[in-house]
């Protein structure tokens, strides 16, 4: 059987990645809405309750109102937006943050992709958090460096035009109420929001992920290897994973962390840095903004939902 796929929103970043990843499948028929009628809200009811699953690269407001053009029971939705990823009626969107949650994936009707951002913090911290190693209360920063394609439309249009006198590091949401944050927080299972310095770089895509950690001021404070043991082990049982966990190594630098390593893939690579003696840790997590962030993220909720391979369309 050929399922019947809408993307509403196919004209912007997400939706043109979405599209391209799945313009040689055979078990699907992508439903597509004429140009002119983008913004014909009848039209694009039909096409939403025509759909079998129907994937949102909209406005949040957007969204929410594309959700509620929907009056059948049977479409399935996997919505890009923020509007929904801490709904308790959504499935979130992170297939490989729990052992079992590709398969809440896969059962559920509502799906909420997650952010880009959101992906490195929960990859690194939630498993930590979940063996005990790291209190639910722990004071956490998160930062790091992404293309300009993770600021959205905005920024994107600003680089673009900006050319060659673009900021080649630029820190943004400096007034530390970031979008990202309600779902940052209940994902990792912190009790607080973290502080978040996201970082937007001269190029298009990919990112790089910081959590330090200052373990010292714990009573009973983990060691590097203990960290990633931890984190090691969560990817282990987790099959079809598209998260890899680097050895654990004492070296000062390396080529490894550099954000467009994996660019136009589904993967994420995760790292673990130490200092034993200053009770120092730092996670580090490496993938594409547009690929597992985004687009490649979507194409992999849409195969388990679908009930096919998991890495169906998509590179590691």
Not at 45 to 68: G, H, M, Y
Not at 86 to 115: C, H, L
Request: charged share 20%; aromatic share 8%; with cysteine.
């Amino acid at each position: 059987m050929v399922a019947k796929i809408f993307i509403d929103g196919e004209a912007g970043t997400t939706g043109l990645q979405i599209r391209e990843r799945l313009e040689n499948r055979r078990d699907l028929e992508v439903l597509s809405i004429a140009p002119d009628k983008r913004k014909d809200q009848g039209e694009r009811k039909r096409l939403l309750n025509e759909a079998d699953v129907a994937i949102l690269c909209l406005p949040d407001d957007a969204a929410r109102e594309s959700v509620a053009l929907i009056e059948n029971g049977t479409t399935r939705v996997i919505d890009a937006s923020t509007a929904f990823r801490v709904d308790p009626q959504w499935a979130y969107g992170f297939a490989e943050m729990d052992r079992g949650q590709a398969e809440t994936i896969s059962k559920a009707r509502f799906v909420a992709n997650p952010g880009c951002w959101p992906q490195g913090l929960i990859a690194t911290l939630r498993p930590l958090i979940a063996a005990g190693l790291l209190p639910a209360d722990f004071p956490v920063t998160y930062h790091g460096i992404s293309g300009y394609t993770g600021g959205g439309k905005q920024m994107i249009a600003e680089y673009e035009a900006a050319g060659a006198s673009a900021s080649h590091f630029m820190p943004y949401a400096l007034s530390f109420n970031h979008k990202h944050l309600p779902e940052m927080t209940v994902y990792t299972g912190l009790s607080h929001a973290p502080l978040f310095v996201p970082t937007v770089g001269d190029f298009a895509q990919g990112m790089t992920t910081f959590v330090p950690l200052q373990l010292g001021q714990l009573a009973s404070a983990p060691k590097a290897r203990d960290i990633h043991a931890a984190i090691a082990d969560h990817y282990a049982g987790i099959k079809d994973s598209f998260v890899q966990v680097a050895p654990l190594e004492d070296i000062a630098k390396t080529p490894l962390l550099d954000p467009q390593s994996y660019n136009n893939t589904n993967r994420m690579q995760l790292h673990v840095f130490g200092n034993d003696e200053r009770g120092q840790v730092v996670l580090a997590a490496v993938y594409d903004n547009l690929g597992k962030g985004a687009s490649g993220a979507a194409v992999q909720n849409l195969n388990l939902m679908l009930g096919v391979d998991a890495r169906e369309s998509l590179a590691v």
